[in-house]
Structures are given as structure tokens and as C-alpha cells.
């Protein structure tokens, strides 16, 4: 039985997928700008979207077990 200062199994991959959420957009907003301003390198702005891209992983694999499996 869980105490009432302890979160279930499910309250943390819910904050965390909000965390993650957060920072993917701020992954996103930073891409578009150096891509706007053209300050960025290349490699940087690869490596930016590497990142991104392993933070939407996270996201969905977070989102997959939140959501139950519906057999039809």
C-alpha cells in the first residue's frame, strides 16, 4: 500500500513524459532558430536532432505502456 507521500508507478512516467514533452520542444525551438539565423553548424544542428529524436523515443515508449493494450 502505497503511502500518501509516494507516487504510483504511473504519477512518475506521467510527470516524466511531460518533462521529456518540454524538452523535445525546447529541442525543437532551438533547431528552428539556429536553422533561421544560420549561426549553427551543421554538425550541431545534426546532433540537435539526434538528440530530439531520442527524446521522441522516449515519449512513445513512455506513452505505450501508459496506454493499455485494447483487444478487439
Do not use: F, Y
Not at 20 to 40: N, S
Amino acid at each position: 500500500m502505497e503511502t500518501p507521500n509516494e507516487m504510483s508507478h504511473e504519477e512518475v512516467l506521467r510527470i516524466e513524459l511531460e518533462v521529456l514533452r518540454q524538452e523535445h520542444r525546447d529541442l525543437d525551438e532551438a533547431i528552428h532558430a539556429l536553422e533561421i539565423t544560420r549561426r549553427g553548424d551543421p554538425l550541431t544542428i545534426k546532433r540537435l536532432k539526434r538528440q530530439k529524436l531520442h527524446l521522441k523515443d522516449q515519449i512513445t515508449r513512455i506513452e505505450d505502456e501508459l496506454t493499455p493494450d485494447i483487444i478487439a
